[in-house]
């Protein structure tokens, strides 16, 4: 616990360097390589100086005005630059601290000092940055926090039983790799090579030997393509079988270790109390094979690495094998069929949704192009049916603490959340879903980058208000 | 059964303002287009449509939408959540337990502060929620509450 305090004035020099290194560009694009820059070196050294004086003013004010503390359990920043605004943070929920040392500090014997808190990188920004303190400030904040977290973390047991594993099977890697859609990527990856090639390989005159060969005829080029496709899709299957291969999951205690990668070997461990919600996907491929893939959304930290935030725990794996795999690895999670559906008056709205769109489309299809834009009444087919299965996929379930959400974007989604992992839970009604007593509820997790959500539209209004009950008793 | 406690009656005033400052924008690219029309040839009726654009969304953002925004605001601070209603066509009603809040804080910008006013920005891990425009006081006490309540009990993130 103390007072507000400022920074060491040091800070103010860190603060100069900042802006300096905001308007170095703009400036040297305006003063000395812009048309309208001042003429000689004298009135351009002038206008650096005037730069350079303004940045350190700023410099010295932002210093001025932030200060910090540390009261009852909460650290609080201050800044009025401009903008007054405090903000508080308490103790127990700081994840991280940063002590380093970057020049300008060594040079006065201080450290800068970052606080994070957990999915604080809404920006790239730390939630807290002390740019300069005193070694023993740092050791203090750090002190405080220390005890804090004494206070809250309790003995960790250490039972060590069978552990569980479940290794990807070869027959089921190839099948994951084949049906992964990621043909585009090569694609779009071998184009932008070859373009980059463009200085060096003479494709003028590969495509003059090219035009030759397709004038031998139409099935020519055809082949050609079939061929370039097939190679296509070979490249990303082998690709996706040399990251995948070995796939394993291993729960050691409290902890889930994934590993996978044939020549680059990949490990991730994951803390089971770090994992936010699982989400358990079945693409338009898979589905009708009945595989599914299993995703773990948890909470990395800065730390951690920001692109870990979700991952395939099961990257194939039938669905009916699913859930005693789940149950095995995430106690805690109920993995269960989803019982509760939509009431049939939402029907119509998946329709409207969908129909919403492709009806004009067609429509104006069929005016301007006589006979042939008949064709796009398939787009209208496809909507219906794709609304319908919209209605039929969704559904919710609560068990115990874990509420169920499943919903269709393209592929079929099902996230599965304990009540102590949802961050918020919104319940939207529009004024046509109010007439109809219907109500659309989402429920946000954390996912290291940004926040996650589950949305079901237009559950019935009792049902919505059920699961409200059920999260805030 | 809506949350019981309403926003500031003065935030119509405060989104007046900054919808009219907002609209300015518009009025300033209408303006633009004027500029242009007169130095190259470009058909007369685009600055006329931007103008009446901006005319239009003035009108909307200073008027309209204003009071609209207001009717459903409603939040409750309770022991174990929070709750937050707002929309104009779409009501969102949010739910936020105590004990994923993770900091609180208040915001007051130029405009805020000549009405008294402050906002307060509740974050939890994943989000972020506003109760915009509350009275000065107000707002310190509401801060000074959830952080109060928002005691986390157990070790989840």
């Not at chain 1, 009261?71 to 009025?80: A, K, P």
């Not at chain 1, 996907?281 to 920001?306: C, H, I």
């Not at chain 1, 794709?386 to 509420?403: E, N, S, T, V």
Request: aromatic share 10%; with cysteine; charged share 20%.
């Amino acid at each position: 616990m103390f007072k507000s305090r400022r920074l060491h004035p040091v800070a103010s020099i860190t603060h100069t360097l900042k802006v300096l290194r905001g308007i170095v560009l703009p400036y040297l694009i305006v003063f000395v390589f812009g048309e309208n820059r001042p003429d000689g070196i004298a009135s351009q050294l002038l206008f650096g100086l005037g730069a350079l004086c303004l940045s350190f003013i700023i410099g010295i004010i932002r210093w001025r005005s932030f200060s910090y503390s540390v009261q009852d359990g909460e650290f609080l920043i201050e800044h009025s630059f401009l903008i007054r605004k405090k903000r508080y943070i308490r103790l127990n929920n700081i994840h991280s601290l940063d002590i380093t040392q970057g020049i300008i500090q060594r040079l006065f014997n201080l450290v800068s000092l970052k606080i994070e808190t957990a999915g604080g990188n809404k920006s790239k920004e730390p939630e807290v940055m002390l740019e300069a303190i005193t070694r023993q400030e740092a050791e203090e904040i750090a002190s405080l926090l220390s005890k804090t977290e004494q206070e809250t973390t309790g003995s960790s047991d250490e039972e060590s039983r069978e552990d569980p594993v479940h290794t990807l099977r070869f027959r089921e890697l190839f099948i994951f790799a084949g049906s992964s859609g990621r043909v585009g990527i090569v694609f779009s990856g071998a184009a932008a090579v070859l373009l980059q090639f463009q200085e060096v390989v003479p494709y003028k005159q590969i495509f003059r030997g090219l035009e030759s060969f397709a004038a031998a005829g139409l099935v020519n080029i055809i082949l050609l393509l079939a061929a370039a496709l097939i190679l296509a899709y070979a490249a990303a299957t082998i690709h996706i079988v040399c990251k995948f291969a070995h796939s394993t999951v291993r729960k050691k205690n409290e902890d889930l270790i994934l590993t996978s990668g044939l020549f680059e070997k990949r490990q991730l461990t994951i803390p089971l109390k770090k994992i936010q919600a699982v989400k358990i996907s079945e693409n338009l491929l898979r589905q009708p094979f009945g595989y599914v893939t299993v995703y773990l959304y948890y909470a990395g930290g800065a730390a951690a690495g920001k692109g870990n935030a979700r991952v395939m725990l099961l990257p194939l794996i039938k669905a009916h094998q699913a859930p005693a795999l789940l149950r095995a690895f995430l106690p805690g999670y109920s993995v269960e069929e989803l019982r509760n559906g939509l009431p049939s008056r939402s029907l119509h709205r998946y329709a409207l949704r969908q129909l919403c769109f492709s009806v004009p489309l067609s429509a104006g299809l069929i005016y301007l192009f006589s006979p042939w834009g008949l064709a796009s009444l398939v787009f209208i087919i496809i909507s219906t049916f794709w609304a319908y299965r919209g209605y039929r996929d969704a559904a919710w379930q609560i068990k115990d603490d874990c509420l169920s959400l499943r919903f269709r974007a393209v592929s079929r989604h099902t996230y599965i959340i304990r009540r102590s992992k949802i961050q918020a839970l919104r319940i939207d009604s529009s004024f046509f879903q109010q007439k109809r007593e219907l109500n659309s509820i989402t429920a946000t997790v954390i996912s290291g980058t940004g926040p996650a959500r589950a949305k079901v539209m237009d559950l019935d209004e009792n049902d919505a208000w059920t699961i409200k009950k059920w999260f805030a008793p | 059964m809506e949350p019981k406690n309403q926003i500031s009656t003065k935030a119509v005033q405060v989104w007046r303002v900054s919808g009219f400052l907002f609209s300015l924008i518009e009025w300033g690219i209408a303006a633009g287009a004027v500029v242009l029309s007169a130095l190259f040839d470009i058909p007369k009726w685009i600055p006329v449509v931007l103008f009446i654009l901006a005319a239009a969304g003035t009108v909307i953002a200073v008027f309209v939408l204003p009071s609209l925004r207001i009717k459903h605001w409603r939040y409750e601070v309770r022991e174990k959540e929070i709750e937050i209603q707002k929309g104009l066509f779409v009501i969102r009603r949010t739910l936020v337990p105590m004990v994923r809040v993770q900091h609180v804080d208040t915001r007051q910008g130029p405009i805020l502060a000549k009405y008294g006013l402050s906002s307060v920005e509740i974050s939890t891990a994943a989000t972020t929620h506003e109760i915009p425009a509350l009275d000065y006081m107000e707002a310190e006490q509401l801060r000074k509450y959830i952080s109060l309540m928002a005691v986390v009990e157990d070790d989840d993130v």
